[in-house]
């Protein structure tokens, strides 16, 4: 659910000479920093919390929840906090675990028979931590079409069996690719064993608990007085875009909160299980606590000497890592328009959450003022964060346009090129995305899914047998190459997809279609 990520970036810059190290700064100096980071990265809101010694020692909202209505972001400002959900998905399996519900080890089949997986002998062992630690050997967000953009049919149950459609990349148990369709699975295992929604069991036994009383999973988010509006700044002004329902996606990214309630998470966990007024109330154990930032998968380490870093992994709903001694657990969230970040130093007693509301720039601002917040806890020079980040964020976009402006120069280079509409009209269909319509509309070649209606929109010849499509759907930027092939007779018989831009939200994973002709 998140573009290639800038954040890539930095891992790999080699440090120069530190200017001089700055103390931890002071909620004033937060402030300041953040009305910079507003403005160079076009962001309309935003919320900041920092958690010490048990207690909030920053707790505040910027910017504006709405860029029509101006109204101010608060602490208690609700933004859809998107993967850093899985977090909770993991702690509500932690909770069944002690309750003798279920194993870490279970397998899956146990709890979802009809679950099926590429093929038969990653099925029979596929278990509950294989759902929850991207190691499945699938490709990087397979399979998200059923869910982004929002507004399809899709349901649990295609998604417990559309594995078994979808080859693998890698060896199981082998590489990292980020997932979203198995921590849905992760959701319905823990509606099963429970016996109640996934929805209702985080509300009333982790969200209710930590009285964090503002936040909700899902569709039980009925409270929407104070609740942030998407933004995006795509078209380089910042723009209100529509809400984004998740819908059966709850387990992977569907919690709404706000950093007077994350703060309440974060500490629940800086304090390894237990919460309430003298932290001693447990709400899961130390076993699990430690299994839960235990690393499952490994990642390539931070090679930047600025952090010294010495592992990097991925354990249960957690990033794990070191920087300059100090153990780091951390996560990002993104749907369109919200952008989250947590991120925690055990060691330092010290938490860091900061949510946004505005498609591109939110990355860069959340990037850039966690490291600098954390870097003075750190003992770290100040590194000039904003203007690298914003540095960087401006050389992907260039990059973005450049591809993008080349694809519809060569569309417009092609008009005069003559289509056999025909020979492309028809339906196809994908195993696991179902059918999608080629049609003619004024005399143009159009595109429609079934399943997805806001996937739909004009083909313009690209060349050869290539079209580009114009999604009516323009809340990100996910426009695609359609690749059709043919037969003798110059007939469509399948399509191959990809997206235009390279920083397309891997979610949107058209390279995973195989469209085959139905029709006669």
């Given amino acids: 659910m998140r573009k290639k990520s800038i954040l890539l970036k930095y891992l790999f810059l080699i440090c120069l000479a530190p200017s001089l190290i700055f103390a931890q700064l002071s909620s004033p100096q937060i402030d300041s920093l953040v009305a910079v980071a507003l403005v160079k990265f076009k962001v309309a809101g935003v919320a900041v919390a920092v958690v010490k010694e048990g207690k909030v020692i920053h ?12 109204i101010a972001v608060n602490e208690n400002t609700n933004f859809q906090i998107a993967s850093n959900t899985k977090a909770f998905t993991t702690t509500a399996l932690a909770i069944l675990e002690e309750e003798g519900k279920l194993k870490w080890t279970d397998k899956v089949i146990d709890h ?14 596929f278990n509950i931590q294989d759902l929850l630690t991207h190691r ?33 990349v890698s060896a199981f148990r082998t590489k990292f690719d980020y997932d979203n369709l198995l921590y849905m699975v992760a959701g319905e295992v823990i509606a099963r064993a429970s016996g109640m929604s996934y929805e209702l069991f985080v509300q009333k036994r982790i969200i209710e608990p930590l009285q964090m009383n503002n936040s909700y999973v899902g569709y039980l988010q009925k409270d929407k007085s104070n609740l942030a509006t998407p933004h995006s700044s795509e078209s380089g002004s910042i723009k209100t875009i529509d809400s984004y329902d998740i819908g059966m996606a709850d387990a992977a990214g569907g919690i709404f909160s706000n950093v007077t309630d994350m703060s309440k998470w974060m500490m629940l966990h800086l304090n390894k299980g237990k919460y309430g007024i003298d932290l001693k109330t447990p709400l899961f154990s130390l076993k699990n606590h430690n299994e839960m930032w235990r690393i499952h998968t490994v990642l390539e380490t931070n090679p930047n000497p600025r952090y010294n870093s010495h592992f990097n992994g991925y354990g249960l709903g957690w990033v794990l890592t070191d920087v300059v001694g100090k153990f780091e657990v951390s996560h990002t969230g993104g749907l369109p328009g919200m952008l989250s970040i947590v991120t925690m130093y055990p060691d330092l007693n010290l938490g860091i959450v ?18 600098t917040i954390a870097d003075s806890y750190l003992g770290l020079d100040d590194y000039a964060w904003i203007d690298k980040m914003l540095a960087w964020s401006n050389e992907d976009k260039n990059e973005e346009d450049n591809v993008t402006k080349k694809t519809w120069e060569q569309v417009q280079m092609a008009k005069k090129i003559e289509v056999k509409n025909e020979n492309y009209i028809g339906i196809y269909a994908d195993k696991w995305f179902g059918k999608v319509e080629v049609f003619e509309k004024n005399k143009q070649l159009w595109i429609k899914c079934y399943r997805s209606p806001k996937l739909n929109g004009p083909m313009a010849f690209f060349q050869e047998n ?3 499509i114009k999604w009516e759907y323009q809340a990100m930027n996910c426009d695609a190459l359609s690749i059709f092939s043919l037969d003798e007779t110059g007939k469509a018989t399948s399509i191959k997809m990809k997206g235009i831009s390279p920083n397309i939200d891997f979610s949107f994973d058209f390279q995973d279609l195989d469209l085959k002709r139905i029709d006669k």
Avoid: H
Avoid at 59 to 70: A, H, L, Q, R
Avoid at 112 to 125: H, L, R
Avoid at 355 to 370: K, M, W
């Fill in 59 to 70: 707790s505040k909202g910027y910017g504006i929840s709405d860029i029509n209505t101006k």
């Fill in 466 to 468: 290539s079209f580009a």
């Fill in 136 to 168: 499945s050997g699938l490709a990087l967000g397979v399979g998200d079409l059923m869910f982004f953009p929002d507004g399809s049919d899709f349901t649990i149950k295609d998604v417990v069996t559309c594995f078994q459609y979808f080859k693998p």
């Fill in 354 to 371: 900061i949510l946004t509301n505005t498609e591109n720039g939110g990355e860069a601002l959340f990037s850039s003022l966690t490291n």
């Fill in 112 to 125: 979802i028979p009809e679950f099926k997986m590429y093929n038969d002998y990653v099925t029979e062992n």
